[in-house]
């Protein structure tokens, strides 16, 4: 009995470390891309300006929009009202990284 509760326990921690490294790993995906794809006007971290005084910090998001809101645009194609802004596009995998790692560097979540 003791080795079956032992065996399950184990199983259970490694499974939690599994999962946590697979969402660090998401999340470093996450960070990444956006620094590919939008640090050139955007500051994409937890401190800095961004590179364009209009362009929202990432950081800041959370004050304007819930990051999973964003999902879907993410996944459809993020268009804005401003010219110098591309489109993108990102699979869903890709657009899931994203959200968790601007849900990790929020320094205020929506009001």
Same mark, same amino acid.
């Given at each position: 009995?003791?080795?079956?509760?032992?065996?399950?326990?184990?199983?259970?921690?490694?499974?939690a470390?599994?999962?946590?490294?697979?969402?660090?790993?998401?999340?470093?995906?996450?960070?990444i891309?956006v620094?590919?794809h939008?640090?050139?006007?955007?500051a994409?971290?937890?401190?800095g300006?961004s590179?364009?005084?209009?362009?929202?910090?990432?950081?800041? &998001?959370?004050?304007?929009?819930?990051p999973?809101?964003?999902?879907?645009?993410?996944?459809?194609?993020l268009?804005?009202?401003h010219p110098m802004?591309?489109?993108f596009?990102?699979?869903?995998?890709?657009?899931?990284? &994203? &959200?968790?790692?601007?849900?990790? &560097?929020?320094t205020?979540?929506?009001?």
């Amino acid at each position: 009995m003791q080795r079956a509760l032992l065996l399950v326990l184990t199983m259970s921690g490694t499974l939690a470390a599994a999962t946590s490294a697979a969402a660090e790993t998401a999340e470093r995906r996450g960070q990444i891309l956006v620094t590919r794809h939008c640090a050139s006007c955007h500051a994409v971290g937890v401190s800095g300006a961004s590179k364009e005084p209009a362009a929202l910090p990432f950081r800041e &998001i959370g004050r304007r929009y819930d990051p999973e809101q964003l999902q879907e645009a993410l996944a459809e194609g993020l268009l804005t009202g401003h010219p110098m802004m591309p489109e993108f596009r990102f699979p869903p995998e890709d657009g899931k990284a &994203i &959200i968790r790692y601007l849900k990790s &560097i929020q320094t205020r979540q929506p009001g």
